[in-house]
C-alpha cells in the first residue's frame, strides 16, 4: 500500500511557481529522503502535504486519504516536525506537551522521548536554545506512535550524539512499520537512513530512485599520479571535468564510459590509479547543478 | 475545541485582567466624583448651555445635566474612554487569535494535530467573544457595588440597556477584527486597517453631525448606533443598532471564517 501520493502538484506564489507538477509515490514503512537545494520546493512540497498551504493543482493523498478533504483524519495518524521549529515563548515544554496529548488523544511517551532526547521540559520555550527546541519539537512529532511521520530537517541543530538519538528513535518507527518522509541536507544521514529518495530542483522532480540504483549510476571520480607531467585538456576533450590537477596528480569526474579516459592514461607511465564510484554527494551535486 | 477555547483565555488571562480592572478602576473614579459634579451641577449646566448643539450632537452628548449618575457616566465614560477601550481589547484579542499565529508560525503547531481550521477559528473566536462579555459585565455593573459604597442611586435598568449596546458594538468590531485577521499574516495590518477603519467612521459621524448636506455619512459609522448616551440617560436602545451591530458580526465573522478555511496559513 502507499502511504504517501504525489500527483502533479503544482504551487504558484503570484507568478512564482514554487513547486511545478511534482509527483512521487512513497510506500508504507519506507524511509523516503526529499532532497534539493535550498529554494527548490522541498518545505512547499512539505506545507502542501500537511494542508498548511493549498495547492494550485495537483493532489496529495497520506495513508489513503486526501490530504486536503479528510486533513482532521489524516493528522490523527501523522507526526509532523517543521524545518525551523516554532514555540509558544510563554509556554515551557511541558506545556506544549499536554496541549499536543489533549489535541491528539495520544498515550504518554513524551518522559520516555525527554530522557531519550536528554530534554528538560520544565524550561520556557522562549529559554530553549535552537537545538532544545528542535528536541521538543521532535517529542511533539514522535508523541503519538504515528503511522506516518512528516520531517523536514530532523537533525538540524543537533550534536552528533543526539543524531545518533533521532536515528534510534526512527528506526524503532521503521520496525513498527511507520512510513518516514524526510526532507535534508545531510547526505550521510540521507544515506544512513533512507532507502529511496527524490530529488526536486527549481520545483520540479530530477529523479527518483532507490539510494541504491542511484549510487549504481555510472559516475565516477579518477585519481591518477604519473611519473612526469600530466596534461589536463585531452581529458577534458574527452569529456572528463577536472576536479583538482598538479602537475604529476589529477583528479577527475567521468559520467557515462571511462574505456576512453583509461586509455588516454595508459599513455602515462602511472604511479597510482584509483577509479572508484562517485559519492552520493557527487550524485546530488551532479543533479542539483544540472 | 474547549482545550483551544481555555488555553487561549489562559494565555491572555493577565491581560484581560488588567483591562478589566481598569475599567472597573475608572468607573469607581467618576462614581466617586460624581456628589461633588452633582452639587456643582447648576453652574455647569449654565456652562454647557453656551456650547453648539451640533458639536454637542456630535460627540453624542444631547443630554447634559448632571444631576443624575446616569448623564455623568455616559458623557465621562461611555462616551470615548469606555469604548477606547472595547475597541483595543476587542482588536488585540482577534489579531492574536489568527494572523500573529500565521506570522509567528505557531500555527503550524496546532494544525499539526487533528484539528480543522474552522474549529481553531470558532475556539478563538469564541474565546475573544467571552472575554469581551467578560470586560462588559464586569465594566458596567460594578457600578452596583461601587454605587453603594458611595450612596449615589442609579437606575439599573439603563446600565443593562447600555451594557447590551456596548456588548453589541464590541461583538461588531470584534468579529470585524477577526476578519481581518483571517485575511492578513500579520498582527500590525490587522490593528492599523481597524483602527483606520474606526477612525474613519468616529470622523464620519462627526461630519455628519456638523454638516447638513452630509448627515447620510453617520449612518456608515458604528458611532451613529454605539448611541451610549440615548441608553443610559433615556434607557432607549433603537432596533435600527441592534440589527446593524448583529448583522455586521454575523457577515463578518462569515466572511471571515470562510477565508481561514481557504487561505495559506504558513509563510
Known amino acids: 500500500m502507499q502511504a504517501i501520493v504525489v500527483e502533479n502538484l503544482t504551487k504558484h506564489f503570484g507568478k512564482t511557481k514554487a513547486v511545478d507538477g511534482v509527483s512521487f509515490s512513497v510506500e508504507q514503512g519506507e524511509v523516503f529522503g526529499f532532497l534539493g537545494p535550498n529554494g527548490a520546493g522541498k518545505t512547499t512540497t512539505i506545507r502542501c502535504m500537511m494542508d498548511f498551504i493549498r495547492p494550485s493543482g495537483g493532489t496529495v493523498s497520506l495513508l489513503g486519504l486526501d490530504a486536503q478533504k479528510d486533513s482532521v483524519e489524516v493528522k490523527k495518524r501523522v507526526g509532523y516536525l517543521s524545518g525551523y521549529v516554532r514555540l509558544y515563548g510563554s509556554w515551557t515544554g511541558d506545556d506544549h506537551i499536554r496541549f499536543a496529548q489533549r489535541l491528539s488523544g495520544s498515550h504518554d511517551r513524551a518522559q520516555e522521548l525527554a530522557n531519550r532526547l536528554n530534554f528538560n521540559p520544565k524550561v520556557k520555550a522562549k529559554a530553549l536554545s535552537t537545538g532544545n ?125 571511462v574505456t576512453p579516459i583509461i586509455k588516454a592514461l595508459s599513455g602515462y607511465k602511472l604511479h597510482d590509479l584509483e577509479v572508484e564510484h562517485a559519492t552520493l554527494e557527487d550524485i546530488f551535486l551532479e543533479y542539483y547543478q544540472a | 475545541m474547549w482545550t483551544l477555547f481555555f488555553r487561549y483565555l489562559r494565555d491572555r488571562r493577565i491581560f484581560i485582567i488588567v483591562f478589566c480592572v481598569a475599567a ?103 474565546a475573544g467573544l467571552s472575554a469581551l462579555v467578560l470586560f462588559t459585565l464586569l465594566s458596567t455593573f460594578c457600578v452596583i457595588p461601587i454605587a453603594a459604597i458611595h450612596h449615589v442611586d442609579y437606575a439599573l ?5 447600555v ?46 453631525a456638523l454638516k447638513a448636506n452630509l448627515k447620510d455619512l453617520q449612518y456608515a459609522s458604528f458611532f451613529h448606533y454605539f448611541a451610549s448616551s440615548n441608553a443610559l440617560i433615556k434607557n432607549m436602545l433603537t432596533v435600527e443598532s441592534v440589527w446593524v451591530f448583529i448583522a455586521v458580526a454575523v457577515v463578518c465573522t462569515a466572511i471571515g471564517s470562510w477565508r481561514f478555511k481557504q487561505r495559506d496559513v504558513a509563510v
Request: aromatic share 8%.
Open chain 2, 157 to 161: 435598568r439603563n446600565f443593562v440597556t
Open chain 1, 133 to 257: 527546541r528542535q528536541k521538543l519539537g521532535l517529542i511533539l512529532s514522535l508523541l503519538n506512535d504515528p503511522d506516518l511521520i512528516i520531517m523536514d530537517e530532523p537533525t538540524n541543530a543537533l550534536d552528533p550524539l543526539l543524531q545518533n538519538a533521532v536515528y534510534g528513535l526512527l528506526d524503532e518507527a521503521k520496525k513498527r512499520g511507520a512510513t518516514i518522509f524526510m526532507s535534508s541536507h545531510n547526505l550521510n544521514e540521507v544515506d544512513r537512513i533512507c532507502t529511496n529518495v527524490c530529488v526536486i530542483k527549481q520545483g520540479k522532480v530530477v529523479a527518483t530512485d532507490a539510494i541504491n540504483d542511484l549510487k549504481k549510476l555510472r559516475l565516477f571520480r579518477i585519481h591518477a599520479h604519473v611519473a612526469g607531467s600530466i596534461s589536463p585538456a585531452i581529458f577534458t576533450s574527452l569529456g572528463a571535468e577536472v576536479l583538482e590537477h598538479r602537475n604529476d596528480h589529477i583528479t577527475m569526474k567521468i559520467k557515462g564510459d
Open chain 2, 24 to 126: 472597573i478602576a475608572t468607573m469607581w473614579m467618576y462614581i466617586a466624583l460624581f456628589p461633588s459634579m452633582q452639587q456643582q451641577s447648576a453652574t455647569l449646566n449654565e456652562a454647557f448651555k453656551s456650547y453648539p448643539e451640533s458639536l454637542m450632537k456630535a460627540f453624542g452628548i444631547e443630554s447634559l445635566t448632571f444631576n443624575r449618575i446616569e448623564n455623568f457616566i455616559a458623557m465621562e465614560y461611555f462616551s470615548i474612554i469606555w469604548p477606547l477601550m472595547a475597541i483595543f481589547l476587542g482588536i488585540s484579542l482577534a489579531s492574536g487569535a489568527v494572523a500573529r499565529e500565521v506570522e509567528k508560525g505557531t500555527i503550524e503547531l496546532v494544525l499539526a494535530r487533528p484539528v480543522s481550521r474552522l474549529k481553531l477559528f470558532g475556539s478563538r473566536y469564541l
Open chain 2, 163 to 208: 451594557a447590551i449596546l456596548g456588548l453589541l458594538f464590541a461583538w461588531a468590531t470584534f468579529s470585524l477584527s477577526m476578519m481581518l485577521s483571517a485575511f492578513f499574516s500579520d498582527k500590525g495590518k490587522v490593528s492599523m486597517s481597524v483602527g483606520g477603519l474606526l477612525v474613519l467612521m468616529y470622523v464620519l459621524n462627526i461630519v455628519a
